[in-house]
Each structure stands twice: as C-alpha cells, then as structure tokens.
C-alpha cells in the first residue's frame, strides 16, 4: 500500500517518501509534508543549482544556501533558478 501525505508544495494528497530524505528532525519533518514527486523535482533542481552556480559542498555557506532554497522550493515560494535558464 502507497503511503500518501498532504504535500506543502503542491498543497493536496499525494503518494509519499518511502524512508526520510534527511536524518533527524528535518528528515521527519519532510518525510511527513512533502510528496515523492515534490522530493523527485527537488533534487533535480538542487542538482541544477550545484552544478550552475558551482557551489562547494564542503563550505558551509554553500549547503546554507541549498538548506534555504529547499524550504523555499518546497513550500512553493519564489525560489533561485540557475543563470540563464529557462524553463521547457
């Protein structure tokens, strides 16, 4: 049986993670209000954001930055899009 939440980004019931994508209680925290599909296009775009910006992970001013957009992703609120990209 599928495990649905209610997604905080797309606002409606949706299937859910599988296991928390983080340890602690921010993992709980998003394994509980965030969608697979929202969690999917996550990573794409924060892979995108790595990638465009050349961010370093091992600085942690960097994976502030990542902890930022991700919240701001995934609750639907203006968020950093890559320089020069533009969307299909």
Request: net charge negative; charged share 25%; glycine share 6%.
């Amino acid at each position: 049986m599928t495990r649905t939440v209610h997604c905080r980004k797309y606002n409606k019931e949706m299937e859910g993670l599988a296991v928390p994508p983080l340890p602690g209680a921010k993992g709980t925290e998003l394994f509980n209000s965030v969608s697979k599909q929202a969690w999917q296009e996550w990573l794409q775009h924060q892979t995108m954001l790595i990638n465009e910006k050349q961010l370093n992970l091992m600085d942690l001013t960097a994976r502030a930055y990542l902890t930022e957009q991700m919240e701001k992703f995934l609750s639907g609120a203006d968020y950093d899009q890559a320089d020069g990209y533009v969307p299909k």
